[in-house]
């Protein structure tokens, strides 16, 4: 049988390990996966460790998901250097696949590595990895070893953008899927009318009458957001920001008439902020220093964008491009000419502006719902035993 002890019209039984599903927002996936698998989900009892504020208790169903919420052992600010307390038993259970949704070099997957190997599993196992960057020096080294022995002791991966997927193949991975970790709620993140849009900026406090462009996230340097104000200055449009940082001090305290911040919120105040735009920048550069390499890894505050029917530019960092798919809304990272001349063409040419908005959605709907991202998971996973239920036969 394909899979161990399971009846032939069953679903095939997979465990997710991750950090990731601490916080609810973000099982939308596991709920999709659901209508493939048997889903359990073990992941952290608090989230807070991971600038998610959240906590959950003991074992609990979650739709057609059983969630199991354990302790952490190791360091509370890292998503790589963390195991799980009371993780055997939860391996030691029957699985059809273990899928661990962290990096090569992390603990957390080698713990659950060695755990279903001592447990004798016969469950496929994978892992995800969003890392697209190659590490240089001593940290090149040593990551080159955790791939080579990540690649020699993983049945499949999910590479969360392009050059992730290269990266693990040049290590030694046979089968890789491309495809990010998490989607877009479509009963969340979906256009409004132009009279919704007008009383959402209105509560926002936004000026009416404005072409109204947005960036949602960190305000650090590496989201380029230097890059963005200059650019939106040249264009003479109103720019509005949602989150904090670093640059937040610095941003406030120029009192630009045409910048509107707004506070922090939690996930369900998002769908809102991006109802009410005309346009989403994602202007990300990427880093490279001898303490840290980095660039951007997928965005996905463009993809709740599109849901939304909104427009997105992106600069060229990382997966950027791969994820918005359209070389008209692409500038060079750092360049704010070339983003002022987009900015200025969507405020001149409202067809060009419609039709981006059409097909961001078109391209979210298709791709990127939780829907979708399981189906292609659970497409690529189940292949995995073609093989041997040709066999059978």
């Known amino acids: 049988m394909p899979f161990a002890d399971s009846p032939l019209n069953a679903r095939p039984r997979l465990l997710v390990v991750s950090h990731t599903y601490a916080s609810p927002i973000n099982r939308g996936k596991l709920v999709a996966l659901s209508q493939h698998f048997e889903v359990a989900c073990a992941t952290c009892r608090t989230s807070s460790a991971f600038g998610l504020e959240h906590h ?92 080579r022995a990540a690649t020699a002791t993983a049945q499949f991966f999910i590479a969360g953008n ?92 120029r009192k630009l008439p045409w910048l509107t911040i707004l506070p922090p919120t939690d996930h369900a105040g998002v769908a809102p902020f991006m109802q009410m735009l005309d346009l989403f920048v994602l202007p990300s550069i990427t880093v490279a220093s001898s303490g840290r390499n980095w660039r951007e890894q997928f965005g996905h505050v463009l993809i709740e964008a599109m849901a939304c029917a909104v427009p997105c530019l992106g600069s060229d960092s990382g997966a950027i491009p791969e994820v918005i798919g359209d070389p008209d809304c692409i500038f060079p990272e750092g360049d704010s000419t070339k983003l002022a001349e987009l900015l ?36 690529f996973m189940l292949r995995l035993h073609k093989p041997e239920q040709k066999n059978e036969n």
């Open 56 to 147: 959950n208790s003991g074992e609990a169903s979650h739709s057609d998901i059983t969630m199991h919420y354990l302790d952490v052992i190791g360091n509370p600010s890292s998503t790589t250097r963390y195991f799980f307390k009371g993780l055997w038993p939860i391996i030691n259970a029957k699985h059809d696949f273990i899928l661990v949704e962290s990096e090569p070099w992390s603990l957390i997957r080698w713990q659950v590595w060695l755990m279903k190997t001592l447990s004798r599993s016969p469950a496929v196992f994978g892992e995800f990895s969003w890392e697209n960057v190659e590490r240089t020096g001593l940290k090149g080294f040593f990551s080159r070893l955790a791939y």
């Open 344 to 379: 200025r063409r969507a405020t001149t040419d409202r067809a060009w502006l419609a039709a981006k908005g059409a097909s961001a959605l078109e391209r979210a709907t298709q791709f990127y719902t939780h829907d979708a991202l399981a189906k292609e998971w659970a497409s």
């Open 162 to 253: 392009r050059d992730a997927a290269e990266i693990l193949t040049r290590r030694g991975a046979k089968r890789v899927l491309t495809s990010p970790q998490l989607g877009v709620d479509p009963d969340q993140f979906f256009p409004v009318s132009d009279e919704g849009k007008s009383e959402l900026r209105r509560i926002a406090g936004i000026p009416a009458g404005v072409t109204l462009v947005g960036f949602c996230g960190r305000f650090v340097a590496a989201k380029g957001l230097p890059t963005l104000l200059k650019a939106v200055e040249i264009a003479g449009l109103h720019l509005v920001l949602l989150g904090s940082g670093k640059l937040e001090d610095e941003m406030r305290s």
